[in-house]
């Protein structure tokens, strides 16, 4: 497992790879690496025969009041990750070599992008669009691997490689729960023993719905109306959302009859956790 810091170097492998005939794995990642990305490296060892894994704080998805400066970075602790799991290359750039001084061209999207997520976080999938795209261009890998709990940006990333006829597979892998069940994020490492004991409340309303829709509950709003009085019941807890949308368009539903996504964005004192179900996945 090597790590290289310039696309050229990437494709320079790749191309060496190609020439050996060998299938190639791309899984995205902004680093600080944990089991849920592990799930990803995984993922695509056994589906393809390399393994490129990006760890790249991508500045351009976050907004300036947002924690680019404190995302946590820890490229020797995910180099380990990479390797114990079978990954063969980490591309980490320098934002340099991904935005040039003159940079001005974006990928962006509507639709899609104008809820859950997107309505906080007005520019943020502007930024992961441009930044997964340049991925796909240097990588061209076969497949790329996304984790299901940032269900926007997967659905996002769908649309836009069918939009554009880019020719890679998108794969969706499950969400990775601690043992509490607390989703596994890098922005966990946020929060104090309170707080971490507190956003137990996003996955236990989780499941909450999750049984509501299993026995039967098709009404969206007296689901959502029994997770917001579950997670209000937790004082440190602000939701900034919960939404059921259908999984294509990413647009609010009034009836579960259709593929649905339930999704929730919570502060759990200043740290914005997400979490998700899929209503096909029950």
Known sequence: MKIVKTIAEVRSQVKEWREQGFTIGLVPTMGYLHEGHASLIEASCRENDKTIVSDFVNPMQFAPTEDLASYPRDLELDSK??????????????PEEMYHKNFSSFVDMTVLTQELCGLSRPTHFRGVCTVVTKLFHIVKPDRAYFGKK???????????VDDLNIDIEIIGCPIVRESDGLAKSSRNTYLNQSERKAALILSKAIFLGMD???????NCSNIINAMQNYINSEPLA?????????????????????????????????????????????
């Open 238 to 282: 602000k939701i900034d959302y919960v939404k059921i949308v259908d999984c294509e368009t990413m647009q609010q539903i009034e009836i579960i009859d259709r593929p649905a996504l339930c999704a929730i964005a919570v502060y759990i004192g200043k740290t914005r956790l997400i979490d998700n179900f899929f209503t096909e996945d029950i």
């Open 212 to 218: 509501m829709v299993k026995n039967g509950e098709i």
């Open 81 to 94: 990750i990479v390797e114990a799991h079978g990954g063969d290359l980490i591309f980490n750039p320098e």
């Open 150 to 160: 940032d269900a926007q940006q997967l659905a996002v990333i769908r649309h836009m």
